[in-house]
């Protein structure tokens, strides 16, 4: 460990030397699992923004289920991101790239993101498109802070000890 600028910087288990290919893999079938679980998402919160529904109305449907998947990934990023660096220092060293490089980055969708802005700008809906951009970078820029915040807080909370009015009797 060493100190830059008062911030304390572990050597960061990623980029230890050794094989690389055990990376790959977890972070490949991390980002299986993650592209799953927004598939999942989008399936049970449809956003009503298929070609049908273009065809039907004029107008593209406000991407909700994006927005919302990239803000609670960023918020789960945040949690991760406190909880093993600086609560589980010793974890596994895979364990990080599966999470958040494969789990969280397969998740959050910022491609989608972007081609959901130019929808929106394609079908003369600026006002929304602008309002996505911001709600999206505003709400991802909370969900990681609130994440680091609240787990921070969780995990320096003191703890019970055997004595007290909580004891087992």
């Avoid at 299986?32 to 598939?39: E, P, S």
């Avoid at 397969?106 to 929304?128: H, K, V």
Wanted: with cysteine; glycine share 14%; charged share 15%.
């Amino acid at each position: 460990m060493y100190l830059i600028g008062g911030v304390h910087l572990h050597p960061h288990p990623d980029h230890t030397g050794g094989p690389r290919a055990p990376v790959v893999a977890v972070v490949a079938v991390g980002g299986a699992v993650g592209a799953l679980l927004r598939y999942g998402a989008s399936r049970v919160w449809p956003n009503g923004s298929d070609a049908h529904a273009l065809w039907r109305t004029g107008e593209a449907a406000f991407p909700w289920t994006t927005l919302l998947v990239n803000v609670v990934g960023c918020f789960l990023m945040g949690v991760l991101t406190v909880a093993l660096k600086e609560r589980f220092t010793h974890a596994p060293r895979l364990l990080n790239p599966f999470l958040g490089t494969g789990v969280l980055g397969g998740f959050t969708t910022f491609s989608s993101y972007t081609d959901d802005t130019r929808r929106l700008f394609e079908n003369d809906q600026a006002g929304a498109a602008v309002g996505y951009l911001v709600l999206t970078v505003a709400g991802a820029l909370a969900g990681v802070t609130l994440g680091v915040a609240l787990t921070r807080a969780v995990l320096r909370r003191p703890r019970r000890t055997g004595s007290g009015p909580w004891r087992d009797a």
